[in-house]
Each structure stands twice: as C-alpha cells, then as structure tokens.
C-alpha cells in the first residue's frame, strides 16, 4: 500500500508549456518534501513544505502544501528540458512514525525542446 | 566533503549468496537510512537509524540486517540474497531525525542484480 499517490506518473510535454504534478494521502505529514533525481544518481531534495497551506517558490517552480497538510502539489511555469527528470514527493512521519521518510511513486517528466 | 558514498556501485550476486553494502557519510549525520528503489514503485524505507547504536525497521525490512556501531557508517547486509531482492539501493543521511524539514542527502546507489 502506497502511502502517497502522486500522479499522473509520466508526463512528456513540449518546452513552454505548463504542468502540475499532485501528490496526494489520507495521512496527515509533519512536512512533505519535493525531490528530483536524475537517471543513475540518488534523489536531490527541491522544497520543503511544513506548514499548511504554505506556498514555495523555486524559480520557475511552485510548491503547495494542502491546509490539512495531506497533500501538495508542484506547477512548473514554461517548461524547459533541464526541468527533465523523476520528480519525487515524501511525506515526514509523525508520533510512532517520526523518524521515517514515505515515498511517492514518482513522476517521470520529459520535456522537448 | 565527500557526502554519502556507496559502494559498491554494481553487484551481481547467485541466490543464497551474501553480502553487504557499504554506506559512509562525513558531515556527522546522526541520521541514516536505506532504501531501495524499484520501477514504478518510487523509495521504499528498509531499515533506519537516529544514532550510533540505534537502528530500526522500515517498511520493507525482511531479508535485510544493519548495523551502526560508528556515526559515519550504515552497512546493510543481505543474509542469502533472492532475485526479489534485484533492485537499486540508496543510502541517505541527515543532519538529524527530530525536525520536520530536514533534508536527506543521498548517495549515488548500488545496483543489484540477483540471478
């Protein structure tokens, strides 16, 4: 069972273009970050998003956290083909989680130029 | 710094042999956790440890031992390894476990192929 759904799962879309990947849970996170990795490295953290409803910016890139602190999301404004790459959401546990990180599936964005 | 280095970084392996993973970090991490990847499947938690001494079990921790008996390293050993066990694995650490917005630093990962 997959604490964190994250969709769509694969996303291939055309420089310039906007898109919004959703991260989504029945459990409340004390935090939920936002990771991306490249083909044969680890994960590289973005964002981390604590508060509900908070809003992060990243250049071209935006955070959101859910008020009930549940879910988020990540838009990113005028797609470049740098912006490819597995985008990863993780929830933070809490009370007798606290200590463990929970994945999402992952999205695999390709941008074209 | 060297961050998080794995090793080694391509392994293939018959069932029912064993061998362990190499994780080291030197930026003084008390946290330090394992995890594999497989596709579709995103990071999956094996095993976990807030400190020298400490560790505990992931999500999917059978067939998987640690140990931590030194703040820089976290081997992870597989006791007889199974083709269910093929898969990359990530090594990670941060600064500590207790606050929300730590950021995990990952290594490169260890390929594993089990025939």
């Known amino acids: 069972t997959q604490l964190l759904e994250q969709s769509p799962q694969f996303l291939s879309i055309q420089e310039g273009e906007n898109l919004t990947v959703y991260c989504n849970s029945s459990s409340v996170f004390s935090s939920l970050q936002w990771y991306r990795q490249e083909p044969g490295e680890g994960p590289v953290l973005l964002v981390t998003v604590v508060t509900g409803g908070e809003v992060k910016k990243l250049k071209r890139l935006t955070f959101q956290f859910g008020d009930a602190r549940k879910d988020s999301s990540l838009h990113i404004t005028a797609a470049q083909p740098g912006d490819t790459g597995l985008y990863l959401c993780a929830g933070a546990g809490r009370g007798s989680t606290l200590g463990r990180l929970y994945f999402g599936r992952g999205t695999q964005l390709t941008v074209w130029p | 710094n060297a961050g998080v280095t794995q090793t080694p970084k391509f392994q293939v392996l018959k069932t029912g042999q064993s061998m362990t993973l190499q994780c080291a970090q030197d930026m003084n991490h008390e946290y330090m956790s394992w995890y594999r990847q497989d596709p579709g499947m995103g990071l999956r938690l094996i095993h976990y440890?807030?400190?020298?001494?400490?560790?505990d079990q992931g999500e999917v921790p059978n067939g998987y031992n640690v140990s931590r008996s030194t703040t820089e390293d976290f081997p992870l050993r597989l006791l007889s390894a199974a083709p269910s066990q093929t898969s990359v694995y990530f090594c990670?650490?941060?600064?500590?476990?207790?606050?929300?917005?730590?950021?995990?630093?990952f290594g490169p990962g260890t390929r594993l192929l089990v025939l």
């Open positions: 440890s807030v400190g020298a001494g400490i560790t």
């Open positions: 990670a650490s941060s600064y500590s476990w207790r606050g929300a917005q730590e950021t995990q630093y």
